[in-house]
């Protein structure tokens, strides 16, 4: 069982950047997926949730209207897009499920908004 996020990296304020997450040994379709983050000397907030399915999602308030949570259940991958970068969401991004009540973590993925 296993989630690896990749896509993260240095982008200036006002930029894009778009994160993957791949998972594997687990029947991916059938869990709600969840993305977090962790900025230095905070705590792991969540950023967004998106149902099995792909039917619903939700945000947290600091990043409503800017981030976008999909999933491709073929290719057992869940993304996070997110635009109009600003300084307060760097930190690293984890993928996240929570299967047979133990919670799945990826290692992260550092995403950097600085000029």
């Known amino acids: 069982v296993q989630l690896v996020e990749s896509g993260g990296g240095l982008v200036q304020p006002g930029g894009s950047l778009g994160l993957s997450c791949a998972a594997s040994?687990?029947?991916?379709?059938?869990?709600?997926m969840n993305w977090y983050r962790q900025a230095p000397g905070k705590e792991r907030e969540l950023v967004g949730s998106?149902?099995?399915?792909?039917?619903?999602?939700n945000y947290a308030d600091s990043v409503k209207g800017r981030f976008t949570i999909s999933r491709d259940n073929a290719k057992n991958t869940v993304y996070l897009q997110m635009n109009s970068l600003k300084s307060e969401d760097t930190a690293v991004y984890y993928c996240?499920?929570?299967?047979?009540?133990?919670?799945?973590w990826g290692q992260g993925t550092q995403v950097t908004v600085s000029s």
């Open positions: 996240h499920t929570r299967r047979l009540f133990t919670d799945i």
């Open positions: 040994g687990f029947t991916f379709s059938s869990y709600a």
């Open positions: 998106i149902t099995s399915a792909g039917a619903s999602t």
